[in-house]
């Protein structure tokens, strides 16, 4: 401290460096927010995602709640054209995180596999829809503790919805039958979340694990194994851009402006808003 949250950040290039080329003033950009050292192993293949976190925007380095942004590389930006940059926003993360959690798990999703979200908030949400996307094959089972969250994910095409309580891992098995879930992406992560994911799981299946609230993997059946998915990569990002400019990915979006964040973290923290918070500083 003090430092500047935010890491989802998109915006217009008000000016760049010398050294910089192909961007220009006014270019509608999209940061990708996993700002490696740029020379380690992960960051020569591409997975910048796992070099030191404390160097990703917002965690480290001064985030986008703020009028500007400097972004050190110009490897980390993408021309989003025309695109809105109020919807890409959250996908840079919560769409990012979903969407290479469930490619990771490809080709186990087979023509009528189960595919299973734990958890409909903002890495669910998108989940959802992605899970249909690379597997329209498999039928979707949406997971959550709160129904107007359930009825969230059916609108947005899962097959199932499934409340969280007691009889939560009897209706799933009922859904599934004996071969069980193929894929299980945990948005949560708590004690709660993996029992479910565990006497859900077929004997092959894998658990992507995304929530970060620290729970312990119970015992699981068979050859079932957990696999920690982290973010997504620059080329992964521009994947998921695409489906959204094909009309694949829906956002669901609210917009305040930036001396709202305080109004906005209470919303969220009570869980009165079901849209995706999307900070809209202006400059004067």
């Known amino acids: 401290m003090p430092m500047i949250?935010?890491?989802?950040?998109?915006?217009?290039?008000?000016?760049?460096?010398?050294?910089?080329?192909?961007?220009?003033?006014?270019?509608m950009v999209a940061v990708y927010g996993a700002w490696g050292c740029g020379e380690c192993e992960f960051c020569r293949q591409g997975d910048e995602q796992f070099c030191d976190p404390r160097k990703w925007v917002g965690f480290g380095p001064d985030g986008g709640y703020a009028q500007y942004l400097l972004v050190p590389e110009q490897r980390h930006l993408i021309k989003i054209g025309e695109l809105s940059p109020y919807d890409v926003a959250p996908l840079l993360d919560a769409g990012l995180t979903a969407y290479r959690a469930i490619k990771q798990a490809l080709p186990l999703p087979?023509?009528?596999?189960?595919?299973?979200?734990?958890?409909?908030?903002?890495?669910?949400?998108?989940?959802?829809?992605?899970?249909?996307?690379?597997?329209?094959?498999?039928?979707?089972?949406?997971?959550?503790?709160?129904?107007?969250?359930?009825?969230?994910?059916?609108?947005?095409?899962?097959?199932?919805?499934?409340?969280?309580?007691?009889?939560?891992?009897?209706?799933?098995?009922?859904?599934?039958?004996?071969?069980?879930?193929s894929v299980i992406v945990d948005t949560v992560g708590s004690d709660a979340t993996l029992a479910i994911a565990a006497q859900t799981a077929g004997k092959r299946a894998v658990i992507a694990l995304v929530g970060l609230a620290g729970g312990r993997i119970p015992k699981l059946p068979g050859e079932c194994r957990v696999a920690n998915s982290v973010w997504g990569t620059i080329s992964e990002m521009n994947e998921l851009l695409a489906l959204y400019a094909e009309g694949k990915i829906k956002c669901q979006i609210k917009r305040f402006a930036l001396d709202s964040i305080n109004e906005v973290f209470q919303l969220i923290q009570t869980k009165q808003l079901q849209e995706q918070a999307v900070i809209t500083p202006q400059v004067t």
């Open 110 to 181: 087979h023509p009528g596999a189960f595919i299973e979200i734990l958890g409909i908030g903002n890495i669910g949400y998108y989940a959802v829809q992605i899970a249909k996307v690379l597997s329209p094959t498999s039928e979707v089972i949406a997971v959550d503790v709160l129904q107007d969250r359930l009825q969230l994910a059916a609108g947005l095409g899962s097959d199932h919805q499934i409340l969280a309580d007691s009889s939560a891992v009897k209706d799933i098995r009922e859904i599934s039958g004996a071969d069980g879930v």
């Open 5 to 27: 949250p935010g890491h989802n950040v998109t915006g217009s290039i008000e000016k760049v460096g010398p050294n910089v080329a192909g961007f220009k003033k006014g270019d």
